[in-house]
C-alpha cells in the first residue's frame, strides 16, 4: 500500500503563490506515476499535474500551464505543486495521487492523499 499525505495549502491574494508537497511512504517501489489533482464544490474532480518518477516527464492541464510546476524529490520521497500566479478559479481542495500506470483520469488512480486546501481570493 502506498499513504500519501499533502501539506501547503492556504489562503493567497489573486497573482499569489502557493507550494504543495506531498510525502509517500510505503510499497512506493512500482509507483509509475505521481499526479495532482484538484477539486471545487459541486465540480468533478479534475487533473492538474503528472510527473514521471524521477522527474524525467512533467505534464500539464492546459488551465494551469505556464503558471503551476511539478516536481519530486526521489531522496524524500515528495513530490512539489509550485503554483504561481494564481487565479480565484484555482480555489479547490488539492489531492496527491499516484498510481502503478501513467494516467490523468480520476478514476484509474490507485492511491489518493486526504487533500490541502487552496483558497485564492480576488
Known amino acids: 500500500q502506498v499513504h500519501l499525505v499533502e501539506s501547503g495549502g492556504g489562503l493567497v491574494q489573486a497573482g499569489g503563490s502557493l507550494r504543495l508537497s506531498c510525502a509517500a511512504s510505503?510499497?512506493?517501489?512500482?509507483?509509475?506515476?505521481l499526479e495532482w489533482y484538484r477539486q471545487a464544490p459541486g465540480r468533478q474532480r479534475e487533473w492538474v499535474s503528472l510527473?514521471?518518477?524521477?522527474?524525467?516527464?512533467?505534464y500539464y492541464a492546459n488551465s494551469v500551464k505556464g503558471r503551476f510546476t511539478i516536481s519530486s524529490d526521489n531522496a524524500k520521497n515528495t513530490v512539489y505543486l509550485q503554483m504561481d500566479s494564481l487565479k480565484p478559479e484555482d480555489t479547490a481542495t488539492y489531492y496527491c495521487?499516484?498510481?502503478?500506470?501513467?494516467?490523468?483520469?480520476?478514476?484509474?488512480?490507485?492511491?489518493w492523499g486526504q487533500g490541502t486546501q487552496v483558497t485564492v481570493s480576488s
Open positions: 495521487a499516484a498510481g502503478l500506470e501513467r494516467t490523468t483520469r480520476a478514476d484509474l488512480v490507485d492511491y
Open positions: 510505503g510499497t512506493i517501489f512500482n509507483i509509475a506515476t
Open positions: 510527473i514521471s518518477p524521477g522527474g524525467g516527464a512533467t
